[in-house]
C-alpha cells in the first residue's frame, strides 16, 4: 500500500525564515524522483531549487506561484512505495502462477540480502540530507568502485535476482500469454527500480543542508557521496564544492568541460571527482587489466599528502575594540543621530578665489606694518574666516541653529550660536564649541580655534567645552577629500562641510580661468526646515566665500 508523505520547505540555512514560490516544477499526478527538484522559490539572498526527498506520485501542491510560504509549511504531498504488481497491467488482470513464482523468488532474494525482512518496503529517502529529512537507515561504509576495475562480487540482490529469474524462466512460462509476459516485465522493472533504491541508500547520507551546495555540485557533474565536507560533522559547505571544480579544472556555470588539475598541494578535504560515466567497452584482457589496476594503485599510492605551505602567513584574528570613553561617547551620539534626525544633504563648488586674496591680504598687512594697531593679534585662518560667514548666515536662517524638543513636539531656535567644529584625535574624533561666535570677530575665533585644538590634541578639554554646541562646522578638506555627507551632532539641527581648496577650471566674467573652487555641503534636520531655507543658507554662504565684500553689509 502506498505510503503519502509530506515534504515541508526545509531550513535554506544563513537564518532565512521563509521564501516565495517562484516556479512549481512538477505537476499534481506527476511521478517525482528522490533529489528532484519540485519548486523554484526565491529567498532574501538567492533563487533556490529545492529538491523533494521522496520519489513517487505527487498527489497534492501547497501554495500558488507568488505565495509567501514559512519554513516548515507544506509544499507537496508525494504517494511512496506503491505496490508494483499491477504496473505494466492492463485494468482488471491479475498474475498468473509463473509470475508470481518468479516474484517470490526475486523477494525472497531481496530478502535475504537484507536480513530476512521480505515485508519491509525498500527504501525511498533522499541520500543528500535536508534539515528535517534524510535516509532513516542507518549509513553503511561507502565503497567506490574504481573505473576500469571489475566490481567485487557482491550477494544477489532483487535486480539481479530478477533478471536471473527472467533469463532462467520454466518452460511453462514460454507459452503464458502476452499479458502474463506484460506483467513479468513491469514485475522485473520494479525490482530494479527498488534495486536501484537501495543500492543508493547503501552509501549513507551525505551532510549537505543548502539546497545551494547541491544544485553547484549537480550542475557541474561532482558526486557529494565522494567528499568530505570541513564543516561540523563532516557538513559540506559550498567552499569545498568551489574548491572541489577549481581543482579539478572546472569552469563554473556554463563550461563544464574539465581540465588536468593545478599542481598544487591537494586541499585536506578535496574529494576526488569521478570520472564522466562512459559507454560500455569489451572487456579487457587479462594482463591488460592488471596493468591498469596497477597504475591506479600506484597513483594514489603516490598521491601527496597534504602539509601546510612553508612560509605563507596565517589569517590574523579577529581584534575587538572596546567602544569606551570619547570613541563610546561619540558612537552612541551618531548612532542616535541616525536615528532619530531625518536628514538631508545639499552642496555646492564655490570660486573661494577672492576669499583666499582677502586672508593673504591680511597677512601681508600684519607683516609689512608690523606697528600698525589694525596689525596685532594671529594671522587670519580660513577656518576663522568661514565660521565668521556661518555666524552670518545663521543671523539671516535662524531655523538651522537650532534643535528639536520631540518631547514637547517643539522646534527650539537658539538665540545665542555655540558653534562646534570638528577635530581629529588620536583618541577620536570630537566637536569642541566655541561659545557665543556670533559675537565674536575673526581674530578672536582664530585665538579660539587654536586653544580648543591644542586642548583637543592633549586631552585637555573639560566637558562643558565639548556640550552645548547649536551649530557644527566640519572642516573635512584638511584630509584631502572634496565632499562629504556628515552625521549631524545630535541635538542639533546642521552642519556645513568645507573640502577641500584646489585649483579647477572655472568660468569667471565669461571666460575659463584657473581658480581656487570649494565644495560646500550642507547636511540638515529636515524636521526643522525645507530644502528653500537650507538651500538659501547654502547659497548665501557661497556668494560670502566668492566675495568677501558681502560680510561688510552685516558688520
Known amino acids: 500500500m502506498a505510503q503519502v508523505l509530506e515534504f515541508k520547505l526545509p531550513d535554506l540555512g544563513e537564518g532565512l525564515t521563509g521564501a516565495e514560490i517562484v516556479r512549481w516544477l512538477v505537476e499534481v499526478g506527476e511521478v517525482v524522483a528522490v533529489d528532484q527538484p519540485v519548486v523554484e522559490v526565491e529567498t532574501a539572498k538567492a533563487m533556490v531549487d529545492v529538491p523533494c526527498p521522496y520519489g513517487g506520485v505527487v498527489t497534492a501542491r501547497f501554495g ?4 509567501e510560504v514559512p519554513v516548515g509549511a507544506p509544499l507537496i504531498t508525494v504517494a511512496v512505495g506503491g505496490p508494483a504488481d499491477g504496473e505494466g497491467r492492463p485494468e482488471g488482470e491479475t498474475p498468473s502462477a509463473a509470475d508470481g513464482s518468479r516474484a517470490d523468488d526475486s523477494r525472497a532474494d531481496g530478502s535475504r540480502a537484507a536480513g530476512s525482512r521480505p515485508k519491509d518496503p525498500p527504501s525511498t529517502g533522499s541520500g543528500n540530507v535536508l534539515v528535517g529529512y534524510g535516509t532513516s537507515e542507518a549509513p553503511a561504509r561507502r565503497r567506490r568502485v574504481r573505473p576500469g576495475r571489475p566490481a567485487p562480487s557482491a550477494p544477489a540482490t532483487p535486480a539481479a535476482s530478477a533478471t536471473s529469474t527472467a533469463s532462467a524462466m520454466p518452460t511453462a512460462s514460454a507459452t503464458a500469454t502476452a499479458n502474463g509476459r506484460a506483467a513479468a516485465e513491469g514485475e522485473a522493472a520494479a525490482a530494479a527500480r527498488r534495486a536501484r533504491t537501495d543500492a543508493g541508500a547503501v552509501d549513507g547520507p551525505v551532510p549537505v543542508i543548502s539546497p545551494l551546495v547541491r544544485r553547484l555540485a549537480r550542475q557541474h557533474g561532482l558526486d557529494l557521496r565522494e567528499m568530505s565536507g570541513s564543516g561540523p560533522e563532516g557538513l559540506i559547505l559550498r567552499a569545498d564544492v568551489e574548491y572541489a571544480l577549481r581543482a579539478a579544472g572546472t569552469q563554473s556555470g556554463k563550461d563544464k568541460e574539465r581540465t588536468p588539475p593545478p599542481t598544487t598541494e591537494p586541499h585536506p578535504h578535496a574529494p576526488q571527482i569521478p570520472a564522466p560515466p562512459q559507454t560500455p567497452a569489451p572487456a579487457p584482457a587479462q594482463g591488460q587489466a592488471q596493468t591498469q589496476a596497477q597504475a591506479q594503485a600506484q597513483t594514489q599510492t603516490q598521491a601527496p599528502a597534504y ?5 605563507v602567513p596565517t589569517a590574523p584574528e579577529s581584534t575587538r575594540v572596546p567602544l569606551k570613553g570619547i570613541r563610546g561617547v561619540m558612537a552612541d551620539k551618531l548612532s542616535r543621530s541616525r536615528t532619530e534626525i531625518p536628514d538631508a544633504t545639499c552642496w555646492v563648488d564655490a570660486d573661494a578665489t577672492e576669499l583666499m586674496r582677502a586672508r593673504d591680504a591680511m597677512r601681508r598687512f600684519a607683516e609689512d606694518r608690523p606697528q600698525s594697531p589694525a596689525a596685532g593679534g594671529p594671522k587670519i585662518s580660513v577656518l576663522a574666516l568661514l565660521a565668521r560667514i556661518c555666524t552670518a548666515a545663521l543671523a539671516r536662517f535662524p531655523e538651522l541653529n537650532s534643535s528639536v524638543d ?17 577635530a ?13 561666535a556670533h559675537t565674536r570677530n575673526a581674530e578672536s575665533l582664530t585665538a579660539e580655534f587654536a586653544r580648543l585644538t591644542e586642548a583637543a590634541r592633549t586631552g585637555a578639554l573639560s566637558p562643558a567645552e565639548l556640550t552645548g554646541g547649536t551649530f557644527t562646522l566640519n572642516n573635512y578638506g584638511v584630509f584631502g577629500v572634496d565632499g562629504s555627507t556628515p552625521i549631524i551632532n545630535h541635538p542639533e539641527a546642521a552642519m556645513l562641510g568645507v573640502g577641500r581648496i584646489v585649483p579647477k577650471p572655472w568660468v569667471h566674467e565669461g571666460e575659463l580661468a584657473v581658480r581656487q573652487v570649494v565644495q560646500l555641503s550642507l547636511t540638515f534636520d529636515h524636521r526643522v526646515c525645507d530644502g528653500g531655507t537650507a538651500g538659501g543658507f547654502l547659497r548665501y554662504v557661497a556668494d560670502c566665500v566668492e566675495q568677501p565684500a558681502v560680510l561688510l553689509r552685516t558688520l
Open 406 to 422: 520631540m518631547t514637547a513636539r517643539e522646534v527650539v531656535q537658539h538665540g545665542a550660536v555655540h558653534l562646534g567644529f570638528a
Open 307 to 311: 602539509t601546510p605551505a612553508v612560509g
Open 424 to 436: 581629529q584625535t588620536e583618541r577620536g574624533l570630537v566637536v569642541p564649541v566655541v561659545r557665543d
Open 64 to 67: 500558488e506561484e507568488g505565495a
